[in-house]
């Protein structure tokens, strides 16, 4: 059983920043690599940043690279997302999710936290 929780979505205007966390529960010896997703409505999901459970390589969608930086802690099984400069076009649902293989772009991962709300103003 893999239980994900991410926390620490909110409202922030434009410009600003914001840090998700994912804390991982259960077998989370069998991650290959953690991630974060995000769904606008209407959207379909789309991922955002990746690492990998192991060695830490990180991978990112081009629209945040430079701005967002995903971290871990594997000691506390937690992933972080730290989120700067912030625009708009970022507000969105952001999931936490977890994968067994490396194919991090692909947006059908395993195991899925609830989602927690990040909405920029302007």
């Known amino acids: 059983q893999v239980q994900l929780v991410d926390s620490g979505g909110g409202l922030v205007q434009a410009g600003g920043s914001l840090r998700l966390s994912c804390v991982a529960s259960?077998?989370?010896?069998?991650?290959?690599?953690m991630g974060w997703l995000r769904q606008a409505p209407g959207e379909e999901r789309e991922f955002v940043a990746a690492?990998?459970?192991?060695?830490?390589?990180?991978y990112y969608a081009d629209s945040v690279k430079g701005r967002f930086t995903i971290s871990s802690d594997n000691a506390k099984n937690t992933v972080y997302l730290e989120m700067n400069t912030l625009k708009p076009e970022d507000t969105a649902t952001y999931y936490c999710a977890a994968r067994k293989d490396r194919r991090v772009f692909h947006t059908a991962y395993d195991y899925w936290g609830q989602g927690t709300q990040v909405t920029v103003s302007s």
């Open positions: 259960g077998r989370t010896l069998s991650f290959a690599a």
């Open positions: 690492i990998s459970w192991s060695g830490g390589n990180t």
